[in-house]
């Protein structure tokens, strides 16, 4: 009896290890893919003069990889970020990019500060992309 618990046991605890296995490939399948969109993305950047400044991947159940990018600001008036949008206008990755960049100095002008070089864009790939926007160097990060 002992023997035939001690085998249930077992082999629900397969079966988990099995199931954990395959979520995480299908994890990792996913990240690669949209990593792979991304990656598509930032030549683009580049041409509309965000340079980047750092890249990195992290590997794990959920792989990721982080890109910071800079520009002086004179680069993106107001004018430039709308028409940039309208140019971007099918790509959901440039559109995030522009659109984000765009809100942020839109509320760093209700702040009344001075703009404090450079802008730093750095962005985050994984299942969700995050998208983050800095007016000048960030102390902490």
């Given amino acids: 009896m002992i023997d035939r618990f001690k085998k249930a046991i077992q082999d629900a605890s397969d079966l988990l290890r099995e199931q954990a296995s395959q979520i995480g490939d299908s994890a990792r399948k996913g ?3 949209v990593i792979e969109d991304w990656l598509k993305i930032f030549p683009a950047l580049e041409l509309y003069g965000l340079e980047i400044t750092s890249f990195a991947l992290s590997v794990a159940i959920n792989p990721a990889l982080e890109v910071e990018l800079k520009a002086d600001h004179d680069q993106f008036p107001t004018e430039r970020l709308n028409e940039i949008l309208a140019e971007v206008k099918g ?3 440039l559109t995030s990019v522009f659109s984000t960049i765009k809100t942020t100095y839109g ?3 209700q702040t009344a500060a001075s703009l404090r070089d450079p802008l730093i864009v750095k962005i985050h790939i ?3 992309p995050e998208i983050k926007v800095y007016i000048g160097e960030p102390i902490i990060d």
């Fill in 31 to 33: 990240s690669y893919k």
């Fill in 91 to 93: 790509s959901t990755g």
């Fill in 126 to 128: 994984r299942l969700s």
């Fill in 107 to 109: 509320l760093h002008r």
